[in-house]
């Protein structure tokens, strides 16, 4: 078949726009907007700049999507969260966050929501299993996995200001 051909543009203020000619010469784009969200389209065969099909999609139907799309990327030894009623999520910290240059302890997050931090995304950097005096920085993104309610509730813990 030969390797797909995917290019990007970047889109200011948006996202990024990803755009894939299928073997059959069809055209399909995402596009991955800032707030997580994406756009599906589709554009008619015989008029390319002509869009057949858009879908925007939350980030958690994104994921159901590429779920559906490839389901060879689970291993049987791994547990689905939301098998098990569970998520994990992403939470960023705000540079004007009470807790900003703090210790993830002080946020007391697994005592008040049973949610654990697995990681905390930094800049370039990922730190796994950050402990309770691991110091928070505004622009940390926080992976937790919790309860639907105890991820909201951690959500709100950390949006304090």
Request: with cysteine; proline share 5%.
């Amino acid at each position: 078949m030969g390797v797909p051909r995917l290019s990007s543009t970047q889109l200011p203020g948006i996202g990024v726009r990803y755009d894939l000619t299928t073997r059959e010469q069809r055209l399909l784009s995402v596009v991955a907007h800032r707030d997580g969200a994406r756009t599906l389209n589709a554009y008619r065969q015989d008029d390319p700049d002509a869009c057949a099909l858009s879908v925007r999609m939350t980030s958690g139907e994104a994921e159901a999507l590429i779920d559906a799309l490839m389901p060879a990327h689970h291993s049987p030894s791994l547990l689905s969260t939301t098998e098990l009623g569970l998520v994990a999520e992403r939470i960023e910290l705000s540079s004007v966050s009470h807790w900003n240059g703090r210790v993830l302890g002080d946020t007391r997050m697994r005592t008040e929501t049973g949610v654990s931090v697995v990681a905390v995304l930094r800049r370039a950097e990922a730190i796994p299993s950050p402990g309770p005096d691991f110091r928070l920085a505004g622009g940390d993104t926080l992976i937790v996995i919790g309860t639907r309610e105890g991820v909201d509730a951690a959500a709100g813990i950390l949006a304090r200001e």
